[in-house]
C-alpha cells in the first residue's frame, strides 16, 4: 500500500513537471511570436520609410528640377560672367557673393519644395501607417529643425567657364547641399532615415528651340490680328513679348508667357508694359481684370465663352526677351567646324544610307550590336555657277556617328582638311544669302507621306541656317522621331496630348534665317512633314502665298516655331472650320526641348535654364534619433 501511495505521488509529480514544462513552453512560444510580430512591424516600418527616401529621390530628379529651372531664370545673372556669385571673370565666382547667392536661391527653394511635400502622408493606402518626407536646403523644412548633430554646409560652385561675351553661353555647374529624413510609424514603431548629400545643377543659355511658339509681335506682318481659337492646340510653351488674343477655348499644355509690351522693339519695351490679353469683344483686359483670377481668366459675351485653357500656368508679366540682333554664331561655327557659302545656294539636300562593304543596303533605325552595317549621313549642296543659274554644281558630303566629315570625290570620298586637321562636323551649314530649297528625299508615294524617306540620321544633329530668306520644299523627317501623333481636341472638349515616349532619341534639326523668312514653298507636297525647330529672328515662318494656293492638308510640325511676326499658313471658313486655302497646323512639341537639347549653336535666349541635374547621396543613417 505504502508503494502505491509512492507511487501515485511520483505519477502526480511527473504530471506536474510535464504541465510546467508544457506552460513554460507555451510561454516561450508567445513570447516568440510577439516577438516575431514586433520585428516585422519594425521592419515593416523600416523599408517605409527607405521607400521615403526613393521617392524623395525621384521627386529631387523631376519634380524639383522644374522648381530649380523657374527660379534660375528668376535669379541667375543675365549681365555678368558668372550666373551666381559676381566676382573675377579670370578666375573663380567670388566665394562671399556666391555662398550669399545660393542661400538665397535655397530659401526660396525649400519654401516650394515644403508646399510640394509636407504634410502628405506617403503610406500606402491599405496600411494604417504614417509615412513623411522631408527635405533640408536650409536649416528648417517642414516646420521642422534639422537632425541632431546634422549640419548643412553653405552651396558652392562646381565647374565651369566665365562667359565672356563671346556667345558661347558656356555651361556652369553649383551644387546646394540637401539633408533629406524620411520617417515612417508603424503602430508603436518608427524607423527613420537621414540622407545627406549636394543638389547639383548645371545652367547655361536657353536655346530658342524651348518654344513651341515664340512671337515678338503676336500679329501679323501688316498688323493683321491673331486670335487664338478653339482650333489652337500648343503642347509647349508659349510666349510673346507683346498680347495674346484669346476666342473661346485654346488649350495650352505648357506655360504661358507675355511680356505685355504695346511696342515691343529690338532690345526691349519702347513703349509702356501693360499686362493682359484681349478677349474677342470685350478688348483688352488687364491682370488685375481678370475673374476669376489672372491664371482662369473667363469672359463671356455674345460671341460666347472665352476662357483659354492654361493646364501648366500663365505669367503675364514674364521677362521681355529679344531676338538675335545677327548670325554671327552659326557663321564661326560654319567656317569652324560646320559648311558655309559665302552666297546663295541653290539646295540643301539631306537623307542618310546604309552600307555593308561597298554595298547600299535597307537602313535599320539602330544598327544591332555586332552588326557589319555602316550608316552615314548625307548632305547634298548645290550651288548656281552664273547669275542666273542655268549651270550648277553639287558638293556631297557625308558624316558617321564618329562626326568624321568627308566629301564626295571621283568615286569616292575623302577626308574634309581645315588648317591640317580633319573636321569633326558640327552640324552647323551656313549661306550667307538665300537657301532656295532645303528638303529630305522625295516620296516614293506623293500622296502619302508616310512614304517620304528620313531625312535625318538617328544619330544626327544639324543647324541649317541663312542670313536672307530659307525655303523648305520637302519633306523633313527624322529616322528616329521622339514623338507619335498630334495633340487631339476630343468630344467632351478635352484634350488628348501627343504621346512622347521616344525622349532618349538623338536626331534633331533646326532652321534659322536671320534678316529673312522660313517659307514653306508653295509647292511642297500635300500634308507636309516637318521635324524640327524653325527659327526667323527678323521676319516669320510662314506658307509661300498661304491665301491664294488650293487647299493642301495640313503641316505635321514635330517642333517648334520662333519668330518676329505670326506667320500665316493657310485661311479657313469660319462657319464650316474647314481650310480654304494653304496648310492647316497639326502641331506637336518635341519635348527634348524641355530637357535642355537644342540643334548644334542654334540662337538663345540670354537667359539661363538649367540644363541638367545631378543628384549626390554622401552616405545615409538609420535611426538617427
Not at 544598327?367 to 548645290?382: A, C, D, H, N, R
Request: charged fraction near 15%; glycine fraction near 12%; hydrophobic fraction near 35%.
Amino acid at each position: 500500500m505504502e508503494r502505491k501511495g509512492i507511487a501515485l505521488v511520483l505519477a502526480l509529480a511527473t504530471v506536474l513537471v510535464v504541465s510546467g514544462l508544457g506552460s513554460l513552453l507555451f510561454l516561450r512560444t508567445l513570447g516568440e511570436i510577439r516577438h516575431s510580430g514586433q520585428d516585422q512591424a519594425i521592419v515593416q516600418a523600416l523599408m517605409l520609410a527607405r521607400g521615403a527616401a526613393n521617392a524623395g529621390g525621384t521627386f529631387l530628379a523631376t519634380k524639383a528640377r522644374e522648381m530649380v529651372d523657374s527660379l534660375v531664370r528668376q535669379t541667375a545673372s543675365t549681365t555678368h560672367c558668372w550666373a551666381y556669385g559676381g566676382g573675377d571673370c579670370t578666375g573663380l565666382p567670388d566665394p562671399i557673393g556666391l555662398a550669399s547667392a545660393l542661400a538665397s536661391l535655397a530659401q526660396s527653394l525649400q519654401s516650394q519644395v515644403d508646399g510640394a511635400i509636407c504634410n502628405q502622408n506617403l503610406s500606402p493606402r491599405d496600411l494604417s501607417a504614417r509615412v513623411s518626407l522631408r527635405v533640408h536646403f536650409t536649416p528648417r523644412a517642414c516646420g521642422q529643425d534639422l537632425p541632431p548633430s546634422v549640419r548643412l554646409p553653405p552651396g558652392r560652385f562646381v565647374e565651369g567657364s566665365p562667359r565672356l561675351g563671346t556667345g558661347s553661353g558656356a555651361s556652369q555647374t553649383y551644387a546646394l547641399p540637401f539633408v533629406m529624413v524620411a520617417e515612417a510609424s508603424f503602430g508603436p514603431y518608427r524607423r527613420n532615415l537621414v540622407l545627406q548629400g549636394e543638389y547639383r545643377f548645371t545652367v547655361g543659355r536657353s536655346s530658342f528651340a524651348r518654344y513651341a511658339l515664340f512671337t515678338h509681335i503676336h500679329t501679323l506682318p501688316n498688323r493683321t490680328e491673331v486670335w487664338f481659337t478653339d482650333r489652337t492646340l500648343f503642347d509647349g510653351p508659349v510666349h510673346t513679348n507683346a498680347h495674346f488674343r484669346f476666342f473661346r477655348r485654346p488649350w495650352f499644355g505648357g506655360e504661358v508667357t507675355s511680356a505685355g509690351c504695346t511696342s515691343p522693339g529690338d532690345t526691349g519695351c519702347t513703349g509702356q508694359t501693360n499686362p493682359g490679353a484681349h478677349f474677342y469683344g470685350a478688348g483688352f483686359v488687364g491682370v488685375n481684370a481678370m475673374r476669376p483670377n489672372p491664371g482662369q481668366p473667363s469672359v463671356s459675351n455674345r460671341y460666347g465663352t472665352h476662357a483659354p485653357q492654361f493646364t501648366a500656368g500663365v505669367d503675364w508679366q514674364a521677362t521681355f526677351i529679344p531676338l538675335p540682333q545677327n548670325s554671327q554664331d552659326q557663321e564661326r561655327a560654319a567656317r569652324q567646324g560646320g559648311l558655309y557659302y559665302d552666297d546663295d545656294v541653290q539646295g540643301v539636300l539631306l537623307y542618310r544610307k546604309c552600307f555593308d562593304g561597298n554595298q547600299e543596303v535597307h537602313c535599320p533605325v539602330t544598327l544591332p550590336p555586332g552588326s557589319t552595317l555602316v550608316k552615314y549621313q548625307y548632305i547634298e549642296v548645290t550651288l548656281c555657277q552664273n547669275p542666273r543659274c542655268t549651270q550648277t554644281r553639287t558638293e556631297v558630303y557625308r558624316y558617321g556617328r564618329d562626326g568624321w566629315l568627308y566629301q564626295q570625290q571621283g568615286g569616292g570620298f575623302v577626308p574634309v582638311v581645315r588648317n591640317g586637321a580633319q573636321v569633326r562636323f558640327n552640324g552647323v551649314i551656313f549661306a550667307t544669302g538665300r537657301i532656295h530649297s532645303l528638303q529630305g528625299p522625295q516620296r516614293t508615294n506623293a500622296r502619302d507621306p508616310a512614304t517620304a524617306p528620313p531625312a535625318l540620321a538617328e544619330f544626327a544633329q544639324i543647324t541649317v541656317a541663312a542670313r536672307a530668306t530659307i525655303r523648305i520644299t520637302g519633306d523633313l523627317k527624322y529616322e528616329n522621331p521622339p514623338c507619335q501623333g498630334v495633340p487631339t481636341r476630343n468630344p467632351d472638349g478635352s484634350v488628348t496630348p501627343a504621346r512622347c515616349e521616344n525622349l532618349s532619341a538623338e536626331n534633331v534639326l533646326g532652321v534659322y534665317s536671320q534678316e529673312g523668312d522660313v517659307l514653306i514653298s508653295q509647292n511642297a507636297p500635300r500634308d507636309l512633314q516637318l521635324h524640327g525647330s524653325l527659327m526667323s529672328s527678323r521676319g516669320v515662318v510662314q506658307v509661300e502665298n498661304y491665301d491664294s494656293i488650293p487647299e493642301k492638308g495640313s503641316v505635321f510640325l514635330l517642333g517648334g516655331i520662333i519668330q518676329r511676326f505670326y506667320g500665316a499658313f493657310g485661311t479657313f471658313d469660319p462657319n464650316t472650320g474647314q481650310n480654304g486655302t494653304g496648310y492647316g497646323r497639326a502641331f506637336t512639341y518635341d519635348r527634348r526641348f524641355l530637357q535642355g537639347l537644342a540643334p548644334p549653336f542654334f540662337p538663345t535666349t540670354g537667359q539661363d535654364r538649367v540644363q541638367s541635374v545631378s543628384v549626390f547621396s554622401y552616405g545615409q543613417r538609420e535611426q538617427v534619433y
